[in-house]
């Protein structure tokens, strides 16, 4: 048998594809040229459908969330005289006591927190683009936080938890990884 996306050969009772991970029914259909093809099961390959398109989702939030982060820093130091003072003559980071130093500080801190958010978005698609096994777990949390920033992060964390959160997912999600991992091993020894 061969696979109809990949194109690689299965060996006789496999559930998913070794090299592209697509799930396969038990029996197997012709196709064109007289070859095996083996389907796809359209209700149980959920996290195989969407995981290409879920982890380019985070890998473009966690690129923007890092740009609105720079911006906010160096427009910042530009516009707002007071954020220049940043690492003032006393020592302290934020300068002076005052109001214009809980500014910045609020505006500082912010900043790390979405630097740091948009890194694990980063980890995450790089987690689900090499479909590790502990990008299941991350996305899942990393899903439930995003889901405070409406409207786009409130319909990326839905659609995550939609992809990544079910029980079928997670053996799916476990069947994929352990596939992946096989077939590094055999690429190396190779």
């Known amino acids: 048998m061969y696979c109809d996306r990949c194109g690689s050969s299965l060996s006789a009772g496999s559930q998913f594809c070794s ?6 029914t038990p029996g197997p259909v012709v196709g064109p040229a007289g070859t095996v093809v083996a389907r796809a099961v359209p209700s149980e390959a959920r996290v195989q459908r969407h ?5 380019g989702l985070w890998a473009a939030n966690g690129i923007l969330r890092l740009v609105e982060v720079c911006w906010i820093l160096v427009a910042g130091r ?5 954020m220049r003072e940043w690492g003032g003559t006393n020592g302290w980071p934020f300068g002076r006591w005052g109001l214009d130093s ?19 978005h980063l980890l995450l698609a790089w987690g689900l683009f090499e479909r ?16 405070l920033r409406m409207p786009f ?4 964390g839905i659609y995550t938890l939609w992809v990544l959160l079910p029980e079928s ?11 992946r991992g ?9």
């Open 102 to 120: 809980l500014i910045w500080g609020g505006i500082y801190t912010a900043g790390i927190l979405m630097g740091v958010l948009g890194a694990a």
């Open 19 to 24: 090299v592209c991970g697509k799930a396969l």
């Open 169 to 179: 997912s997670a053996r799916e999600y476990e069947v994929i990884s352990r596939g």
């Open 182 to 190: 096989q077939l590094n091993s055999v690429r190396t020894s190779s």
């Open 132 to 147: 590790q096994p502990w990008a299941r777990t991350l996305g899942i949390v990393v899903s439930f936080l995003a889901l």
């Open 153 to 156: 992060g409130t319909a990326l």
């Open 51 to 55: 995981i290409q398109l879920v982890a």
């Open 78 to 82: 530009l516009f707002f005289p007071f």
